[in-house]
């Protein structure tokens, strides 16, 4: 999958789940609770969808760039603890 692939996977997936929303009255309500088993799935394929094309273009291109950005910051300065000389200290 590629850049392209995954936005318009998740188009599609933001298309299905916005289908039922958009349009009610072609998703009668047969289900006990008022449910339609075609929005239902509409919308949880859409919404997997949509994760699936996120989550690529997250995982493949968000993260390295955050990564890279965060690279560039410099190190913060760890200077070594500075402990006496065993000989410089008087003894009791």
């Known amino acids: 999958m590629n850049l392209a692939n ?35 799935w509409l919308g949880l394929m859409g919404a997997l969808q949509l994760t ?12 390295p760039f955050v990564s890279r950005l965060i690279s560039l910051a410099p190190a913060p300065q760890s200077g070594a603890l500075a402990l006496p000389n065993a000989r410089s200290v008087p003894l009791r």
Do not use: Q, Y
């Open 6 to 40: 995954a936005l318009v996977f998740a188009a599609l997936g933001w298309v299905m789940e916005m289908i039922p929303k958009a349009f009610p009255s072609c998703f009668s309500h047969l289900g006990p609770d008022g449910t339609n088993t075609r929005a239902l």
């Open 52 to 63: 699936i094309g996120l989550g690529f273009v997250l995982r493949a291109h968000l993260l």
